[in-house]
């Protein structure tokens, strides 16, 4: 069966309900978002929206309904009730009015099948004798993930500049390896197009010390540019990144060959962006280096400035 869903970009309804139905059934699938063009013309099995459905959606499938067996609009909400919006934000409110519930009447005129998420909505539109769908995880598949991640401030806008490209071929190799930054809604926009980066909003000292002791990091960057602000800059990095559990990739700039024997306690690295891209790759493959230079960094932590 070759079907075509057109959804709003990677979302849990696809993932909960139409992968496993396709899976189930064996079905050839393409995904498409609302967003692009629609497909030259040809012929498909079934066509099935996710959620919404827009007028040059409905314009494509008007054009091409000798070329479509069937279409399908699948919800996993009530869409098509303006009582049960009430509550939320007006923009949300319109985007459901033109997307879902202004589109009711025309998909029941097309013949369009309604699939949902629950009996509860099966009970409600039984008049539209709807399929019920089942949901499976869409967790089963995922890769476990290793965190790598750079904790720096405002002031360091300028490694996260620097390290967008880091990201972008480290992301693109090891699908093992997630990032997580803190940062601004400026820092999440510029940041949005790579996969799995997380930007979690600034926060005080003490949120900042309990978001540390939770477990599960795995490696930390500490980039220090050449610049007069970043030369008046303490090795502090190395206690933050030592206490989250993860070993360390630092500049080899004065600042912290204070602190970090390279290869020992974690890497001191020219700033070079490919030179750090091959560091992390490497670094994420080999769980025995990372064990021994992060007991050996917990070793120096403990005794510093002693040592």
Known sequence: MKVLVVEQGANPSTDFFIRPWAEDNQAQCEFMSLSSPPPAQQKWDLVVFVRYITPAWRAWLTNNKNHISRIALFMDDDLFSLKAHVHLPLRYRYKLFKYAWQQQFWLKRANCELWVSTPWLAKKYASWSPLVLTPSSPHRHQTPQKTLFYHGSASHQS????????????????HSISVELIGNHNVRKQFATLPRIHVLHPMSWPAYQALLARTGRCIGLAPLLENAFNSARAPTKFFDITQAGAVGIYADHPVYRSVIKDGYNGLLLPMEQQTWADAILALSKNEEQRQAMQQQALDTHTSYPSS
């Open 159 to 174: 490694e996260l500049d620097w390290l967008y490209p880091v990201f972008e071929q480290v992301l693109m190799q090891d």
